[in-house]
């Protein structure tokens, strides 16, 4: 086993270039040619392969230091026969060393950019006329072999100018622009998103083209395998054979003839307006289905790295990001349009008068979703009605007297619980979920309560409520509520209702329509109690009523069954003995 830095090789011209992200880390076993570090200039970023398979064994790169040609990068300890002898021995094998494995250049597509042989091509790359068709090809992109196309930057009808770049093309570790060799109107696009594309294949027809290929020599420069030309600007980039996509060429050849200033090699660069991250990077997106220019990028320069790609889909897995596209999907996204409604009205509310926009909380956001999908897709109906509750008042009144050195406060919550248990259970099918064309009876009794907190609604869940008495409802509501508010609740706190009950008794109103929790199929809205002349047949008697708001799915309830499961709550709060029957 040998120690053996790697060095940074030849990047062309540039003195010194940023290291803006880090591939790898003390303890990491790598193979040959895997890349370790991005490094860029305001011109084109790389990735710098290792030349030796080992394990690194230290990091002498940080982000954001200045590296360049010759800088130690990071020491390997070097595994089998591959080992360099010694620790020098890597900084003296620039062919493998110097071969950035991907090279995306920033902006300036050509400019500066040197064709480092005048290769004849086969590619053919425009057919040069004065006028009438003109086909645009594919030049040689080096040794690559079905390249997507990830970008169609033209369209038909387009006035295409020498130079101007028709579409993006990527490999698993670079991509690039490949430029037109000619001007015109573009009349016919041979190639789409997701097409695979090889050297000399037809991209585009031009008409009334003035072709800028003057000669074989520079039609030929555009099809020539550009070494390091992608990052170097002049003549000087020889040293480090690679392909046109900047890759290790295979046969290692030499690109050591005249360089050829050219206004159509194929630059490699991530198109103006990719999203700024590197092929690999790119490649992961897509194979997760991410938008990538939807992820923001947290490397240097707000470059997007697998890790933001990875955070971006935790996000959208879990319902706390939307992607654009589910959002257009969305309601409340499309302003409706996928309802067929009229689009959400846009106002531009500062022209009436000064405002301040401020993001929603997350808890908002989700609770905002899942309310909006409920609200739309149950047929949902609210029943109202009182309960007198004069008796169970005075009762919990006596009874938190009693109990006042326990610390636990009943509130008029916690009889509901369990009064709304002996309803679920005499109409079980209010404690039932819709499967399809079945219904789901659930034999066991969780029941959500809607808490507020600072950040929005969450509705935490008193589990098993039929095998616990008020007191202890009462107790575990206080915790639960607690956490609520210190936004604490896990997901166990909050899962598994099968029904729910929204209080606003302590706040005051008379009768609201709550929205049903689903896959519940029922919810129970509960208002401020009021004392009330109840007439009992012979005089008006002052009673404590209670407003109950019962609102029920008609897909599962029928209206005589909800006035039926209204009427029996208020027979049990009248007289709470009857949970006991
Ligand atoms: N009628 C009259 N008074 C009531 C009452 C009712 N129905 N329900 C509670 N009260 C009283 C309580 O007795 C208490 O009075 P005291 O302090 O004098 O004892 C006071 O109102 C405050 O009660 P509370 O709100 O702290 O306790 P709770 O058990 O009734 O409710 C909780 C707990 C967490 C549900 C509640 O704090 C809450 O967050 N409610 C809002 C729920 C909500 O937002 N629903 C709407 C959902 S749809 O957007």
């Known amino acids: 086993m040998a120690l053996v830095e790697v060095q940074v090789p030849d990047i062309g011209d540039f003195d010194e270039v940023t290291v803006i992200e880090l591939m790898v880390k003390v303890g990491d076993t790598v193979k040959a040619e895997q890349s370790l570090i991005t490094v860029e200039s305001d011109k084109a970023s790389m990735e710098i392969p290792s030349s030796t398979a080992g394990v690194v064994k230290e990091m002498r790169v940080a982000l954001g230091d200045k590296v360049k040609q010759g800088s130690i990068v990071l020491v390997v300890e070097a595994a089998g026969a591959a080992a360099a002898p010694s620790a020098t021995a890597a900084a003296s094998t620039p062919p493998v060393m110097a071969s950035p ?24 790359p425009a057919t040069p006329a004065a006028s009438g068709p003109v086909q645009v090809r594919v030049p040689d992109i080096g040794d690559f072999k079905d390249v997507a196309v990830i970008e169609v930057m033209v369209k038909p009808g387009d006035t295409i100018k020498v130079e101007q770049s028709l579409i993006t093309v990527e490999s698993d570790k670079a991509s690039m622009e490949i430029p037109s060799s000619a001007a015109g109107v573009l009349k016919e696009l041979k190639v789409k998103v997701g097409d695979t594309v090889n050297i000399g294949d037809l991209l585009a027809i031009l008409e009334g083209a003035v072709s800028s290929v003057a000669s074989p020599v520079a039609a030929a420069a555009l099809a020539t395998a550009t070494p390091t030309a992608v990052i170097a600007s002049e003549a000087k980039q020889s040293q480090a054979p690679t392909s046109a996509l900047g890759l290790p060429r295979a046969d290692g050849a030499r690109n050591d003839a005249a360089s050829v200033a050219s206004a159509h090699n194929p630059t490699v660069t991530p198109s103006v307006g990719l999203p700024h991250a590197s092929p690999s990077v ?16 947290s490397g240097l320069k707000g470059r997007i790295t697998a890790d933001d790609v990875q955070a971006f889909t935790k996000a959208v897995m879990s319902g706390a990001a939307q992607t654009k596209a589910q959002a257009a999907k969305a309601p409340a996204g499309s302003g409706g349009s996928e309802l067929g409604l009229i689009p959400w009205p846009k106002v531009d509310f500062a022209k009436f008068g000064p405002i301040e926009r401020k993001e929603m909380s997350r808890i908002k956001k989700i ?17 109202h009605d009182d309960a007198d509750i004069t008796d169970l008042e005075a009762f919990r009144v006596s009874t938190n007297k009693e109990n006042e050195k326990s ?14 248990v002996a309803a679920l259970k005499k109409f079980p099918e209010f404690n039932s979920s819709l499967d399809g064309d079945a219904l789901i009876y659930k034999h066991y009794y969780h029941i959500g309560f809607a808490a507020d907190t600072p950040n929005g609604l969450v509705v935490p869940v008193i589990k098993d409520a039929d095998k616990k008495g008020v007191l202890q409802i009462s107790q575990e509501m206080g915790e639960l509520a607690k956490k609520a508010r210190d936004g604490k609740l896990g997901p166990a706190d909050m899962s ?7 209080s606003l008794g302590g706040i005051g109103g008379k009768y609201f329509t709550p929205i049903i929790n689903a896959p519940e199929v029922a919810i129970l809205g509960v208002c401020k ?29 029928d209206g005589a069954a909800a006035a039926r499961f209204n009427a029996f709550l208020g027979q049990i709060l009248s007289d709470f003995r009857r949970v006991l029957l």
């Open 101 to 124: 494995s991907s090279v995306i250049a920033t902006a300036t597509p050509a400019s500066g950019l040197a064709v480092t042989e005048a290769r004849q091509s086969s590619a053919a």
């Open 496 to 502: 598994g209702a099968t029904f729910t009950i929204s």
């Open 282 to 297: 790119r490649k992961f997106a897509r194979e997760l289905g991410v938008p990538l220019d939807e992820v923001k990028g």
């Open 529 to 557: 109690s009021t004392m009330e002349p109840v007439w009992d047949g012979k005089a008006f008697q002052p009673r404590l009523m209670l407003p109950l708001s019962l609102t029920w799915d008609h897909r599962v309830i």
């Open 367 to 383: 609770s905002g979703a899942n309310l909006l999908r409920n609200a739309i897709m149950i047929p949902a109906v609210t029943n």
């Open 407 to 420: 610390g636990v406060k009943v509130t008029m919550l916690a009889f509901l619980i369990k009064a709304c």
